[in-house]
């Protein structure tokens, strides 16, 4: 059983940064791949980012690469998402979500509650 936590969350203008935070809890996740999804009012949820158990290997939606950075610190049971260049169209619910193996296409078997993140333009 894992429990996934999501926060950073908030409101920003467009052009702004923020950093999400995913606290795991529960049995270790270090040896799990980890990912990002998002999803707006009336949309499907959409793929982000993903990294593998040890970060060593990353994976980006095409429309946030080169502005989102995917991380991890283990020794925290922590994984991140640094958000830069933020776009009104960025703005969603954000969730965490656990895998055996990192990428959009991974059965995500744990997550988190979600947090909103809003770009105002």
């Known amino acids: 059983q894992v429990q996934l936590v999501e926060s950073g969350g908030g409101l920003v203008q467009a052009g702004g940064s923020l950093r999400l935070s995913c606290a795991a809890s529960?049995?270790?996740?270090?040896?799990?791949?980890m990912g990002w999804f998002r999803q707006a009012p009336g949309k499907e949820r959409e793929f982000v980012a993903a990294?593998?158990?040890?970060?060593?290997?990353?994976y980006y939606a095409d429309l946030v690469k080169g502005r989102f950075t995917i991380s991890r610190d283990n020794a925290k049971n922590t994984v991140y998402l640094q958000m830069n260049s933020l776009k009104p169209e960025d703005t969603a619910v954000y969730y965490c979500?656990?895998?055996?193996?990192?990428?959009?296409?991974?059965?995500?078997?744990?997550w988190g509650q979600g947090t909103q993140v809003t770009v105002s333009s």
């Open positions: 990294i593998t158990p040890r970060g060593a290997g990353t």
């Open positions: 529960g049995r270790t996740t270090r040896s799990r791949a």
């Open positions: 979500a656990s895998s055996w193996v990192a990428g959009p296409g991974a059965t995500y078997d744990y």
